[in-house]
């Protein structure tokens, strides 16, 4: 299967470990990623906050590069704030007319030109557990995460903003991370904040608001008892791992919570060496963790299905599909 | 013969004279038009002296034929029928030329508006020369009516007409009557139990001798036309004779099935397979759910049948079909509560105590799963304080936009209801309150002088993950107060969730069956929403209650009174007007090919196998003229509405490019030579 | 939807709808609080979201720009997603943002600052180059607040998680014309 790949900046350097993994586990599972010829900076949220139409622009050059006849039609970025803006874009230049034709303009500036719509903006992980699927990937499990309790942690632009139901995973309460990692047989914990903000680039501009947003990630992470957290986007590595010292130094914490990509735990339960998958460049290191594959695993006791007479509890609401 | 036409001009105060030279209009219409003896221009035609004025001048100068020029014959096309039929002149004879709505209105040029008001009126003029006389046909009403749905809206519809002296069918698709109403605790504002003040009503109606109760039922198909419904009645099978059954309820205490009960205990609590409703169900009979009994599942059990001392039980039943006759319908069908699952971040159906209104009211309820007593999700613990959260899925565009009316007042009573059984501390999360109506601003202060706390903010989300000191173990509601202009986040222990009213899951399937139409928001539509807001589009059948929209049951009360007395002056008149304009086909020139068959919205066209041709219910027929223009051999044509009279109008509307030459005016012709 | 904008009060509202795609939807704006309270930024904001908003319909073009609410925005989309008129509010965010450094209001310089500073890289090189604008940032930023900023850099350097030469792409000239471009035809 093959796609255009958008690897964006950090790919490069702060997300390297991302790089390196996402290329290891691409050809095991099928996936040829045919980066974009000459990309450009998406321009992240900086861009948008001192210009319009040039930051439209700005990500619109990637999708005229992107698109083509020859080219295929799916454009993946790995980075959720590269996948939001490439998203917005493609989606705000058909819905805004004047937008569109504005951005169109100035592409033809420089001798581009890109009509909405023409790809699917995807993130890596959309194609992984949809084109790919869970039940492929389980078959490549070769050694199940078991033993380790793992966090899985969305951030917030895989998921939002809605964009007339073109998101990827639901808005509040996405799933798609959680059934990916119990594929590979890990233990996962479903804690509430997995969807809240690791604090973007707050980190730059006021460290104070953001030291307390990773503060709070990680401290509900630590309450659930999850061995590490596992992420899809940058940023939110960046964040909560480089700046977990920082977090531990200045509000008095203690944490010791690895952050690695679910690219990288996907290798390692495809059986590939974790130097392979770039596994030892992260700030809080992540080695005591690995240890604890394939380890003994606590057996629960199955749940009771049968009330017991003297159990007044109330039943929960069943939620209905769809 | 030629025909005498009086031209009236209507000034509309400054609506119409103000874009639009209404003399000029009535002096070239007097002076240019072929058939018009006199023309005049007046300041509000459809007042009485404007009536009167048409009126006189029928008398005195013997005018055979009217043409009004004024507003949309929506509004005073019957106004100005009646006047001309006081005097004497069939109604029929009359023409509106609409100058106001689709001149003055949207018009801005002066010279532009008075010219096309002048085409407009040419057209009347010629049309109306060309019009018949018809009499409208007159049907006797079946003094038997259909009430579907059993909650407040269609009991108190169906007691109206019952105790008038009427017989009433009700169909209820549940094993009993009551409907929402009968699931609440207490109704506000004066805290009255729902139960007590509802099943005096409901067994006023198993009693009642004019009432035929079918429940665990559903209409399967109407037809017909007003006065004169067929309705087809499907009673499922209660597997329960109810010749035999006692009410005793052996059955149910023995059946070994225990199930969640998702309807009347909003699935907080259980019922067994065979199962009422509630206590004071009427008619007392239990029904045995297929789906989850033990017998239909594998075979065996028949534990009810074992202990029945009457032989009630019968496995063997199957559905039944009653075929009805009645004059009128009313639909009282009822609302869903909408699913709060649909606004994760609220956390209903992941963190424990959360609960719908609903379900709190069954919590209240002393029939309910815990005895009336306010307990969490272990049934055990009270709480020590609640929040109460407004507009769960209202006045939101993502889910309903509109505003379900009842929520606001719902708060209130919950918040009394928790104070005064628990003394917990209660937050009452809003945009806006809403106490509309009598008494219920007075509400709203006792409970701000009852300690309820209100901060005006709708709530971002509720979270267990604990941030400050004090959250551990509860539930955070966290809100912008806006008032206040902080973000806040306050612990609690139970949360309830105002969910919105919406309509029925199958509201609109429903309302095809009875020919009722749904508004963009699924409600069904009245006939109008300020001045009739009980009929519908479709004479003989009218809406009471919530699935007219949300409202509350004093209104609901109020609808289905209303539609009652709608009803009863039908009975009464004993007969219904049906307009005379129908389509009619003439029967040498059907060739039977059936085209205009399956193209009537109303089912009007029907095949006569002996004769070959096709054939339409005058009394069904609507006028719409779909079936006049799609029949090949042109033998349909369709009264009032003749190719004759629109050819005129529209010769009368191109006066200016084929002026009074070239077209003159027909007088009644006999139909086309056959081809 | 047609609106008229003859209310002089209304110029600035104006201004925000028409340099927001989608922004027609403010008018219809509840003041309900969803955004305020979804914010994770909200408590250290000097006025919510929706606030901004109230001021911004009352013409206070003034404090609106001068506010940090925007710049402490961290554009996690929870308001936009959340509100129940489906109103662009970070996409407004953005906004002020933009109109804010335009009419030189805002008086921190700490946020427009790093924003240029990331621009200046980006319109050199086509790609962000992390080392060179910590660097230039924090230096010229309260350094000696930013301690912790150094041994981390470090780390990351270690790590071999932070190249240290920017990278330039080929088609420089070409992106360059198309971002000229696109200012000069919005006018600024």
């Known amino acids: 299967m093959r796609y255009g790949y958008y690897p964006g900046c950090s790919l490069t350097g702060t997300a390297r470990p991302y790089e390196v993994s996402t290329k290891a586990i691409a050809g095991p599972l099928g996936l040829t990623f045919e980066e974009v010829e000459d990309w450009n900076c998406c321009g992240a949220t900086e861009y948008m906050s001192l210009n319009k139409t040039a930051a439209y622009a700005l990500v619109a050059r990637n999708l005229a590069l992107a698109a083509g006849e020859d080219k295929p039609k799916d454009l993946v970025a790995p980075c959720s704030l590269c996948y939001l803006n490439l998203r917005k874009t493609n989606h705000y230049m058909a819905k805004y007319k004047s937008l569109g034709k504005m951005t169109n303009q100035a592409l033809a500036a420089g001798g581009l030109h890109y009509t909405p719509g023409s790809l699917n903006v995807r993130h890596l992980i959309d194609v992984i557990v949809n084109d790919v699927g869970y039940e492929a990937l389980g078959a490549r499990v070769t050694r199940p995460l078991t033993g380790l309790r793992v966090a899985p942690y969305y951030g917030c632009l895989l998921v939002r903003p809605d964009l007339n139901g073109g998101s990827f995973d639901d808005t509040e309460y996405p799933t798609h991370l959680d059934r990916l990692m119990e594929t590979l047989g890990a233990e996962v914990v479903d804690f509430p904040l997995k969807t809240h903000c690791c604090g973007g680039h707050m980190t730059q501009i006021s460290a104070e608001t953001a030291y307390e947003l990773i503060r709070r990630l990680l401290h509900n992470a630590a309450e659930y008892r999850a061995d590490l957290l596992v992420t899809l986007c940058p940023m939110c590595q960046f964040n909560l791992d480089a700046y977990q010292t920082q977090v531990n130094r200045h509000l008095g914490t203690d944490f010791h919570l690895p952050i690695l990509y679910f690219t990288q735990m996907i290798g390692l339960a495809m059986g590939m060496e974790p130097k392979a998958l770039a596994i030892g460049q992260e700030i809080v290191s992540a080695a005591s963790v690995l240890r604890k594959i394939g380890t003994a695993v606590e057996v629960e006791e199955a749940p009771q299905t049968r009330r017991k007479r003297d159990d007044k509890s109330l039943p929960m609401p069943r939620i209905r599909e769809g | ?675 | 939807m047609s609106r008229s904008l003859g209310n002089k009060d209304d110029a600035f509202l104006n201004e925000v709808i028409e340099a927001t795609p989608g922004g027609e939807a403010l008018v219809t704006c509840l003041q309900c609080g969803t955004c305020g309270g979804s914010c994770p930024s909200g408590p250290d904001m000097d006025h919510t979201p929706r606030q901004l908003f109230q001021m911004i319909n009352a013409g206070m073009r003034q404090e609106v720009l001068q506010s940090n609410a925007p710049w402490y925005c961290v554009t996690c989309y929870y308001c936009m997603t959340r509100c129940p008129k489906q109103i662009p509010i970070t996409d407004l965010m953005y906004t002020l943002k933009r109109m804010a450094v335009r009419a030189k209001l805002y008086d921190d310089s700490d946020a427009p600052d790093w924003s240029s500073s990331f621009i200046g890289f980006v319109e050199s090189y086509g790609r962000s180059f992390e080392f060179g604008l910590a660097t230039r940032y924090h230096l010229t930023h309260s350094p000696l607040r930013k301690v912790g900023v150094g041994p981390m850099g470090l780390e990351m350097i270690v790590k071999d998680r932070m190249p240290l030469r920017p990278e330039r792409i080929k088609g420089i000239d070409q992106l360059r014309t198309i971002l000229d471009t696109a200012k000069s035809l919005e006018g600024v």
Request: proline share 5%.
């Open chain 2, 1 to 675: 013969m030629t025909e005498k036409v009086g031209v009236y001009i209507c000034h509309c105060g400054t609506n119409i004279a103000g874009p639009v030279d209404v003399e000029e209009v009535a002096r070239w219409a007097k002076e240019n038009l072929d058939g018009v003896v006199l023309a005049r221009d007046y300041r509000f035609m459809c007042s009485s002296l404007g009536q009167e004025l048409i009126q006189e001048d029928i008398k005195n100068e013997g005018l055979t034929r009217v043409v009004v020029a004024a507003c949309s014959p929506h509004l005073h096309e019957k106004t100005f029928r009646t006047a001309c039929s006081k005097i004497g002149l069939n109604p029929y004879l009359t023409q509106m030329a609409s100058i106001r709505e689709q001149v003055s209105w949207v018009t801005e040029d002066r010279a532009a508006a008075t010219h096309k008001a002048k085409m407009m009126v040419a057209g009347a003029v010629r049309r109306v020369q060309l019009q018949e006389e018809l009499q409208p046909t007159e049907v006797p009403v079946n003094p038997n009516t259909l009430v579907v749905g059993g909650g407040i809206a269609g009991i108190q519809a169906a007691l109206e007409l019952a105790d008038a002296g009427h017989k009433v069918f009700m169909v209820e698709r549940e094993p009993s009557i009551g409907g929402h109403m009968a699931q609440f605790d207490k109704t506000f504002p004066t805290l009255d139990c729902a139960a007590c003040i509802l099943t005096p009503k409901m067994s006023d109606v198993g009693l009642h001798e004019n009432i035929e109760l079918l429940s665990y039922a559903e209409v399967d198909s109407l037809s017909g036309f007003v006065g004169n419904f067929d309705v087809r009645v499907r009673k499922k099978a209660r597997y329960i004779d109810e010749d035999a059954c006692t009410g005793c309820g052996i059955c149910i205490e023995k059946c070994p099935k225990k199930v969640v009960d998702e309807v009347f205990e909003a699935g907080l609590g259980y019922r067994k397979a065979v199962y009422r409703p509630f206590p004071q169900a009427i008619p007392k009979f239990p029904v045995i759910d297929r789906d989850t009994c033990i017998y239909f599942e594998r075979g065996t059990c028949k534990a009810c049948e074992k202990f029945c001392p009457t032989e009630a039980i019968d496995f063997e039943q199957t559905d039944t079909y009653l075929d009805l006759n009645v004059g009128n319908v009313i639909m009282a069908t009822g609302y869903d509560l909408f699913d709060c699952g649909k606004i994760p971040q609220y956390g209903y159906g992941r963190l424990a105590n959360v609960f719908t209104s609903l379900e709190f009211e069954r919590l209240c309820n002393a029939a309910g799963p815990t005895e009336g007593h306010i307990l969490l999700r272990d049934g055990v613990t009270e709480p020590k304080s609640v929040g109460i959260i407004h507009c769960v899925g209202s006045r939101d565009k993502q889910h309903h936009a509109y505003c379900s009316a009842v929520c606001c007042m719902s708060a209130l009573k919950f918040g009394h209801l928790v104070m005064e059984k628990t003394g917990a501390e209660v937050y009452s999360f809003y945009i806006d309150m809403r106490p509309l109506h009598k008494n219920y601003e007075e509400f709203y202060d006792r409970l701000l002088q009852e300690g309820m706390h209100f901060i005006r903010g709708r709530v971002a989300e509720v979270t267990d993950a604990a941030r400050l000191p004090g959250e551990d173990g509860k539930l955070i509601i966290q809100a912008e107060d806006t008032l206040i202009g902080k973000q806040r986040r306050i612990p609690v222990d139970m949360v309830i969730l105002l969910g919105a009213l919406q309509p029925r899951f199958d509201a609109k399937e429903t309302g095809l069956k009875f020919g009722v139409s749904a508004g963009l928001d699924g409600w069904f539509t009245e006939r109008h929403p300020k001045l009739d807001p009980v009929a519908t589009m479709t004479d003989g059948v009218f809406i009471a209650g919530t699935c007219q929209g949300p409202k509350d049951i004093p209104d609901s009360v109020a609808q289905g009174a209303a539609a009652a007395a709608r009803v009863q002056g039908m009975i009464s008149k004993g007969t219904v007007l049906i307009e005379p304009i129908v389509a009619t086909i003439e029967e040498a020139r059907c060739s039977g090919c059936r085209i205009c068959n399956t193209l009537c919205p109303f089912n009007a066209i029907e095949y006569l196998e002996d004769k070959a041709v096709s054939y339409i219910n005058p009394a069904l027929c609507k006028g719409c003229g779909t079936c006049v223009a799609a029949c090949p051999a042109q033998a349909i044509s369709g009264a009032h509405f003749t190719n004759d009279q629109i050819f005129a109008e529209m010769e009368g509307l191109l006066y200016d490019v084929i002026g009074s030459n070239g077209a003159t005016v027909k007088s009644p012709q006999p139909a086309l030579e056959p081809a």
